[in-house]
């Protein structure tokens, strides 16, 4: 099974930005649609963003309505890595972050049920002043 690490999470003032990865040691990644997902204390995980694999204008990115214009997902493939770019952070952002393969290919990428993912350890965001 492909292994996916995220990292760049931290405690960021409301209004700031992070800037999130989701790296393999595997090129594969770069022929897997990727979503980002969160889990706020208490809370069930979420899609937040996801991508599909095109490097063209015709690849597929999708965004939770709660974080639309503020986070920008986008991939390198030289770097094996998927960011998830958050600005504009509020409070309700606070979350542990996680990176994960979808459903999808080249111009689709779609989320499954929350309850067959595997999750890695996933990266914390905290939002507060």
């Known amino acids: 099974q492909l292994q996916l690490a995220e990292s760049g999470g931290g405690l960021v003032q409301p209004g700031g930005s992070q800037i999130l990865s989701c790296v393999s040691s595997?090129?594969?990644?770069?022929?897997?649609?990727i979503g980002w997902f969160r889990q706020a204390p208490g809370k069930e995980h979420e899609g937040v963003s996801c991508?599909?694999?095109?490097?063209?204008?015709?690849?597929?990115?999708t965004y939770d309505d709660s974080v639309k214009g503020r986070f920008t997902v986008s991939r390198n493939n030289e770097r094996n890595t998927v960011y998830l770019q958050m600005n504009d952070l509020k409070p309700e952002d606070t979350a542990t972050y996680y990176c994960a393969p979808v459903v999808g290919g080249k111009w689709s990428c779609i989320f499954r049920k929350m309850s067959t993912y595997t999750w890695g350890r996933g990266t914390q965001v905290t939002v507060s002043s």
């Open positions: 991508i599909s694999t095109s490097m063209d204008d015709d690849r597929m990115i």
């Open positions: 595997e090129d594969a990644i770069n022929n897997l649609a």
